[in-house]
């Protein structure tokens, strides 16, 4: 029992020391694979957010390094370390803000469906009962579970395997980021894969922060409301998706 | 009591009591301790996840043993001292090209060996799905099958080898003195007693296996390992979802070890 | 006894280790059916290797090995049919240890001679009650003494109603106070005419039951005879010299 009570008061400890560290630089928590809003270039994570972040932290005046690890981890990551911030294309939701705080919203990317041409889906009720491949975690896979039931969804590591198994046609369907979707569709550039006319209302991106550090949020909130007002985020759309996204206002 | 007032569960209540805690952040280690115990197993019977996840393990480690079980013994006895250096000279044409045939699968089983232990399970689950099967639709179920099966009976095959090994030269010679063909001793008195030397190395494997299959939550396929990633993926719980999986890895590994030493408890008191 | 050979082998070589190693030289005999042979000689004389070619447990480099007209060395021969034939005992007895000492005795005559397992159980039992171990028939090898093995290692090798036994030193491993128990076997079934080849340094077993006994060293036949003559009268010098050795 006494052992017992030891080691609950360890983790205890061990839980409540990451509360405490206290250090200036920011750890930026991401999944690089996600094209354009942040992926692996020779060795430097480059992409959209990125860009942001770093004009951010010039405004906010802080340093950061990035933490790169699977999408599904990375809310978990800011959850439990105050100075963990997430930056991965992360849509704001209702129950990721149970576990951490959001920033200001800054861009809304879109869901795209990706199906073989052909496919016959026109409405979001055709993809009923298919099998739709997403990223496990990602507001994808929440909107498809929506549609074609949890069991039906086929969530992978990234959104890249989910679009190969599409292009052995073993799964139906794929509901991923419009930027993303279109980034993997032009380097793929496989014919028989197509982006479908269905409209799938999709959530804002926010950086995700940790719900003890209000201080971090007030200085990420007041950057990027002064880069809107620079019109920063119309070049940044420019750059990456050569304009057609809605930027933040 | 006009229906409208739904009984509400013990969990339920304790959940509604610690909201106003979780608002403001003020949770002390227990209430923190039965907020991850809710959100991550009890609330939208997220409990029923993790067993079917243990049954997809269950299924794909079960039918896995078996092909490495069965492929495994047919390498090891190919991989034998007398199958690779086999020989019918004189025996005809047809008895040559047998051998010939045999001397070659021998070859072939020591390359096979090593290439499955020489690669990362990992790999070759993904070449597998992306590869062999990359545009066949089948239940990704025989996939993870078809690939720790064979990934696992390049084990099995070295732990059958080494307990045929270990049984006395004086066995086979018995049996063949009896007149019985080689076929027939290998199967009725060499392999008897190879399996029970080999029964605890055999259950190691059948350990290792059963947790290798979590690899399988790669290529989308809901097992235990992958069904704790999909709570996590709702709830955000840092490790609650693992602990639970961890906890019901560990049942049925204890189960397996429990059964396997009754069974070697068995065999001990038989013979020897 | 008849004069039928059982038999023949003529110019038998062995060599182990890539020819480095050479246990038989050319050796030459006939056995006859229903004769005792015993085999004598120092270790590594050959004697063991010479059974062991008999049945093929060993595969002679040279020479041939007929055995009731057939060529068993051929290749294109069925050496397994043979080898019911010739019933084998061992040195360190080789019971089936995961068996029951009945499935011992049952297993070969139920998969070769397609017996019935009430067929094969009788057999057995008569046997078992020969040699007295009837009550055993359900115990496992590990449950015996090493002389009762070596008994049950002899019956089940009668399971197959061979024609001619082969011994290889069935007596070496046992402890002294066994050894006679086994003897008695063997004797009572050289008695009954079964042709018989026997390894062994019972020089008292070879003197009594032996029909011929064969002296080998450095893998040839050195010397042949009846009992008396070579234990009374060796004409050669290595005989004499074995003899004086084990018989102090």
Redesign the interface.
């Known amino acids: 029992m006494k052992k017992f009570l030891a080691m609950i008061l360890a983790m205890a400890m061990m839980l409540g020391c990451t509360a405490a560290l206290a250090d200036e630089t920011i750890i930026v928590a991401t999944n690089p694979e996600y094209p354009p809003f942040e992926y692996v270039e020779g060795d430097a994570i480059v992409g959209y957010d990125v860009d942001m972040f770093d004009a951010i932290a010039k405004k906010a005046g802080f340093e950061y390094e990035f933490l790169p690890m699977d999408f599904d981890a990375v809310v978990n990551a800011v959850a439990t370390n105050p100075n963990t911030v997430g930056l991965s294309g992360i849509s704001i939701t209702d129950e990721r803000k149970l576990s951490v705080n959001f920033s200001l919203p800054y861009v809304n990317a879109g869901l795209v469906v990706i199906a073989k041409t052909g496919s016959g889906f026109t409405t979001v009720d055709d993809l009923k009962g298919k099998i739709i491949g997403v990223q496990l975690g990602t507001t994808s896979d929440f909107k498809a579970e929506e549609i074609t039931g949890m069991e039906n969804v086929a969530q992978y590591k990234t959104f890249l395997n989910a679009v190969m198994e599409l292009q052995g046609n073993k799964i139906d369907a794929v509901i991923i980021d419009e930027p993303v979707g279109l980034a993997i569709l032009a380097s793929l550039n496989d014919p028989t894969l197509e982006i479908l006319d269905i409209e799938i209302l999709a959530d804002w991106y926010g950086i995700a922060i940790n719900k003890d550090n209000a201080e971090l949020q007030q200085k990420i909130d007041d950057a990027i409301t002064e880069l809107q007002n620079e019109g920063y985020f119309d070049q940044l759309a420019q750059k990456y998706f050569g304009g057609g996204e809605e930027a933040a206002e | 009591m006009n229906g409208a007032v739904e009984s509400i569960s013990i969990f339920e209540q304790w959940w509604q009591n610690i909201q106003p805690g979780i608002q403001a952040n003020t949770l002390n280690f227990w209430e923190n301790l039965y907020k991850e115990i809710y959100m991550n197993i009890i609330q939208g019977d997220r409990w029923l996840q993790y067993l079917k996840g243990l049954g997809v393990t269950l299924e794909v480690s079960f039918f896995a043993i078996l092909v490495g079980l069965a492929l495994g013994t047919i390498l090891a006895i190919l991989r034998l001292p007398q199958v690779q250096g086999i020989s ?5 044409f047809w ?1 040559n090209l047998g051998a010939i045939v045999v001397r070659a699968l021998s070859k072939f089983a020591g390359f096979y060996i090593n290439l499955m232990r020489g690669t990362p399970l990992l790999l070759q689950v993904l070449i597998i799905n992306f590869g062999i099967f990359g545009t066949v639709r089948i239940d990704k179920v025989i996939i993870g099958v078809i690939a720790c099966g064979l990934n696992s009976a390049a084990y099995v095959a070295e732990i059958v080898r080494g307990g045929i090994m270990s049984v ?1 030269k ?2 086979t ?9 080689s076929l ?1 001793t290998m199967i ?2 060499i392999l ?2 190879a399996a ?1 030397s080999a029964l605890p190395s055999m259950c190691n494997e059948f350990i290792s296996l059963i947790k290798e299959t979590s690899i399988l939550s790669y290529i989308a396929l809901t097992e235990l390992t992958k069904a704790g990633d999909y709570i996590r993926s709702r709830t955000f719980s840092a490790f609650t979802p693992y602990i639970v999986s961890g906890l019901l890895y560990l049942s049925v590994v204890l189960t397996l070890t429990w059964l396997i030493g009754k069974l070697e408890r068995r065999l001990r008191n ?3 | 006894m008849t004069t039928d050979t059982i038999i023949s082998v003529k110019g038998l070589e062995k060599h182990f280790d890539e020819g480095k190693l050479k246990a038989l030289r050319g050796v030459t005999t006939d056995i006859k059916r229903g004769e005792v042979v015993v085999v004598i000689g120092p270790s590594g004389s050959g004697k063991s290797t010479f059974l062991r070619c008999l ?1 093929l ?1 060993e595969v002679p480099n040279k020479g041939t090995v007929t055995v009731e007209g057939v060529d068993i060395t ?3 021969v069925n050496i ?5 034939k ?3 005992v ?1 040195q ?1 007895f ?5 068996m029951t000492i009945l499935k011992n005795m049952t ?2 005559p139920m ?2 001679l397609k017996k019935s397992k009430a067929e094969a159980e009788e057999k057995a039992m008569t046997l078992l009650r020969r040699v007295g171990l009837a009550d055993r028939s359900n115990a ?3 449950q015996l003494s090493g002389g009762q093995k070596q008994r049950i ?1 002899i019956v ?2 009668l399971c ?1 109603e061979p024609q001619v036994m ?1 011994f290889d030193e069935p007596t070496s491993a046992l402890d002294p106070e066994m050894v006679g128990e086994v003897l008695d076997v063997m004797k009572q079934l050289a008695m009954e005419g079964m042709t018989m080849i026997v390894v062994t340094h019972e020089m008292g077993f070879a003197r009594e039951v032996a029909d011929r006994v064969i002296f080998m060293d450095e893998g040839h036949i050195i010397e042949e005879g009846t009992p008396a003559e070579i234990f009374e009268n060796p004409q050669q010098q290595r005989t004499q010299d074995f003899l004086r050795k084990v018989l102090v």
Do not use: T, V
């Not at chain 2, 010679?173 to 063909?181: T, V």
């Not at chain 3, 397994?80 to 019911?84: D, F, I, L, S, Y």
């Open positions: 019918c000279k004189g025996k005809g008895a006395e004086g066995q010679e018995a049996g063949r003195s009896l007149g019985l063909s027939r009725y008195i008897p007693q029970k038989s013979d020897h | 049945n447990l051929n290749p294109r397994n049919k043979h080898r019911e010739m019933g084998m061992f360190h080789n019971l089936f240890p995961h297993l070969a998969k070769l496992y090898p590990s290692a089940r090798a197959m082969l």
